[in-house]
């Protein structure tokens, strides 16, 4: 019983690595995502998008000007060599959790990487295990998706919250919890900033709490593993998508 928890731990993980789609290197002072746009915008907000954003004080992450803060020299070359860096930093959500992150370089203009990665229900074309998905609701810079995946031939079912922020290339997520869900907790963001000569540097950061116990000291070094993996899928469709279009 226990192997074969643990067996669906990681694959419950790996599926949800961008679901979209921790570790902070800082704050931007002074933004706070409940309090950005003009009081006309706010007013226009759906009531239930108002209830999510004022249910906490969320800040955004800050990488730096390049987004390459608290990134090592050795883990600077291995991002520009391609490879997908794990960072360490402690960093968290915009709900405060601490989360496994990530670097990746995308070889596409920022405008490019944040088009088709904010295009969240473009997930089911890349990620095989998405069986179904349906946007519920659609705001000007929001979502909410219905996600349904199949795990070891169990279906699982949540629904997620999108919020984006296009001006910062900053998109972030979290469970609807109002929704049914087969998980605990879900959150997590991404953030790209323009690398010159067409590239982009994209930070990572994702939590995942199944629905049943497993001892962290087991389950990190599995989300990790998966995180990795999936990040490089994400980078070869960034990548393929905006070399066809």
Sequence with gaps: MVTSDLKFDFLFIFLFVFSAPCLFAGYLPGERLGILGDEKRQGQMQPQRQAQENSSSLRIPDFGPDGLKGLSPEQIKKLQAGEVVMTSSPEVTPDGHSVIAAAVMFKVAVEQAWEILSATDRQIEYLEEIKKLRVLEAGEDFNRTEFEVKVMGQKVRYTVVHHFLP????????????????????????????????????????????????????????YKSGVRSSLEKVRVYVEKTASSE
């Design 167 to 222: 001006e910062l290339y900053y998109l972030w997520w979290e469970l609807d919890k109002k929704a049914p869900h087969d998980l605990k907790d879900l959150s997590g963001f991404w953030r790209l900033y323009p690398a010159g000569e067409g590239k982009t540097i994209g930070r990572y950061g994702s939590r995942v709490v199944p629905g049943f116990p497993v001892p962290e000291f087991i389950r990190k070094p599995l």
